[in-house]
């Protein structure tokens, strides 16, 4: 390696210039340069516009062909949006009814089902009797034979 200096071709304090490649500052015209980001500001300012235009033409369309509520909704005579969506589970707000009270209630129908008498079809003979003797007859009598013998499963 060297340690002596290279010739530079240039006198000091003088910007270094190479004799195969030149630079022109009119080689970059900025005024292209400038009027092209003009027009892609132009242009994205344009696009914001028109999605602007096209987010509310899609938003009152949808609104002119969204479906009235339904009826139940509107006996409810309060905001139904306060509410949760339909349908609504018992103790929840908005609900009127007692969860409890409606359980009472449905097993007093069918314990009261389960013990009265009643003819079903008089002319064929089929009546309803309380569950209790039915446990009874069917214990006394015994069940009726299958029809059918069981069908092996194939492995």
């Not at 339909?86 to 449905?106: A, C, F, I, S, Y």
């Not at 089929?126 to 034979?145: F, L, Y």
């Amino acid at each position: 390696m060297s340690t002596e200096s290279q010739p530079t071709g240039h006198a000091p304090g003088d910007e270094p210039r190479n004799a195969d490649v030149s630079f022109e500052p009119q080689d970059i015209k900025t005024g292209t340069i400038y009027w092209y980001l003009i027009a892609l500001g132009l242009a994205t300012v344009a696009a914001a516009v028109i999605c602007v235009f096209i987010l509310r033409f899609t938003t009152n369309l949808a609104a002119s062909s969204e479906a009235p509520p339904p009826p139940s909704r509107d006996a409810l005579g309060q905001d139904y949006r306060n509410l949760p969506p339909e349908p609504r589970l018992q103790g929840v707000p908005g609900h009127t009814n007692d969860p409890q009270k409606d359980l009472r209630q449905k097993l007093a129908a069918d314990n009261a089902a389960n013990e009265k008498f009643e003819w079903i079809d008089k002319n064929a003979g089929i009546a309803q009797i309380p569950v209790k003797d039915a446990m009874i007859i069917s214990g006394e009598s015994g069940m009726p034979a299958s029809s059918a013998a069981p069908v092996e499963k194939k492995k």
